[in-house]
């Protein structure tokens, strides 16, 4: 390899040097006289100046270094070996494990994937999650984010989702994340039992930003060679696509580039774009679902991050007061399995529990406003609380099919058949006789109950006079 010396600039962890017959995205080593070296990739060519991000950070790169360019783009190891380790931002191994340089290499950020390989989104994947499954389904392929912001339970709901999801690999990509937030994933998976079947790409808060943008890259290089080449049902979360943009801004500020919206690149979109799109069910193989956490900055859903990534993604769960809020959580791809991969009830209670609950909020509004409330009034304050309760907390562990039972106990515990405007088939197949007779007995009981002891006082009443 050709040394090249006499570096321009060094702007944080962007180094420009001047060299020729160099590609973009090309791969770098830096040596400092002393003898360190860092590794670093070609992000910009203009005439025989180019531009270097030092994965490391410029930190501690004098002017007297060389460059090397190694005539290849970034590579990640691709091997089974990977399945139950931690690896940096740059695909190192963290967790004290063996070294795994000796195994196969794969392009990271490869070409787009051939669209002619790619099959029609049709199959559920079931989390156990009654607001996910019943109300905004996941579909294998799909990419979609979690909506949210700070102090909201977002990681704990992507761990769980990756616990009870029924996926063969599960590819965890963490960027700029706390102490606190790496030791609660990487304990919550081994606790659970399944980081046995899951990769993990850290980088935490303290680690370089250039590190942190190719994270997406390398889990999704991995999991789109477990889908091909093994045939397996990858599922792939990351957190938090927000320090993404972040550092992706960064950057870019460092390398004088003009921002569009708030500081962000103009090329925002197409960079979140590259990423989202590698969710595929591949023709004759595997797939690869993504899902990711995004935070809105001051909850603002016009925030660049979140407003690109609504037009790239299909749909999105909403976390709003420590629940998953069924009005502002959208699955656009629901349609193509329910009724078809799941019961044929399933539609049916999902658009029926979402109307009655809207009924239970206007309920509550005309209590808190102290309006009087009609009987049924009351029974959308019940069914809203047992909603609540029942369905809302991402933290219950519940199977699709016993958590359609539950719903229709729930509506048969708040409201009679006539009062659920479905279809008679439907009604008449699922609908508990038992618990709606139940609560007819414990009413009567109740009346009979109110009618004794008005026919008492009545009689103390003659007493007395």
Known sequence: MIEHTGILEINGDIVKVR?????????AIVSNPDGDQSLAQVIRLQDDVVSLQVFSGGKG????????????????????????????????????????????EVEVAGPSINPAMRVLANNMIRTNIPMIDIF?????????PIFSVAGEPYNQLLARIGIQADAD??????????????????TTFQNEGVFSRTIMFANLASDSIVERVLVPDLAL??????????????????????????ALKEIGVAMDQIPSNRGY???????????????????????????????????????????????????????????????????????????KKTRDDHSAIM??????????????????????????????????????????????????????????????????????????????????????????EDMNESEMADSAAEAEDQEVGVASS
């Not at 060299?19 to 791969?27: Q, R, S, T």
């Not at 990640?76 to 967790?95: E, K, L």
């Open 19 to 27: 060299a020729k017959d160099v590609g973009y995205e090309e791969l």
């Open 61 to 104: 790169i004098s002017t007297g270094a060389t460059v090397s360019f190694t005539g290849k783009p970034m590579q990640t190891v691709y091997s089974y070996n990977m399945v139950g380790r931690i690896f940096s931002g740059v695909g190192n191994p963290i967790d004290g494990g063996p070294d795994l340089a000796t195994e196969r």
């Open 136 to 144: 905004n389904t996941l579909v294998e392929s799909q990419k979609i």
């Open 169 to 186: 690999i599960i590819v965890f990509g963490g960027m700029g994340l706390t102490f606190d937030d790496f030791h609660f994933f990487t």
């Open 221 to 246: 290089a991995v999991a789109e060679r477990f889908a091909v080449e093994e045939h397996k049902r990858v599922l792939v979360l990351m957190t938090d696509m927000t320090a993404y943009a972040d």
């Open 265 to 339: 690149m103009g090329d925002l979109y197409s960079k979140l774009a590259f990423r989202y799109e590698r969710a595929c069910d591949f023709k004759g193989a595997g797939s690869v679902t993504i899902l990711t956490v995004t935070t809105m900055p001051g909850d603002d859903v016009t925030h660049p991050v979140p407003d690109n990534t609504g037009y790239i993604t299909e749909g999105q769960f909403y976390l709003h007061d420590g629940v998953i809020d069924p009005f502002g959580s959208l699955s656009r791809l629901k349609q193509l399995v329910i009724g």
């Open 351 to 440: 658009n029926t529990m979402i109307r009655f609950y809207a009924g239970a909020k206007e309920a509550q509004k005309k209590m808190a406003m102290a309006f009087d409330l009609s009987d049924n009034d009351q029974k959308l304050l019940q069914f809203g609380e047992l909603f609540k309760k029942r369905f809302m907390d991402f933290n219950v562990d519940i199977r699709l099919d016993e958590a359609l039972d539950l719903s229709w106990r729930t509506l048969a515990e708040c409201f009679s058949k006539g009062e659920l405007l479905m279809k008679d088939e439907l009604v008449e197949k699922y609908y508990p006789e038992d618990v709606h007779a139940a609560a007819d």
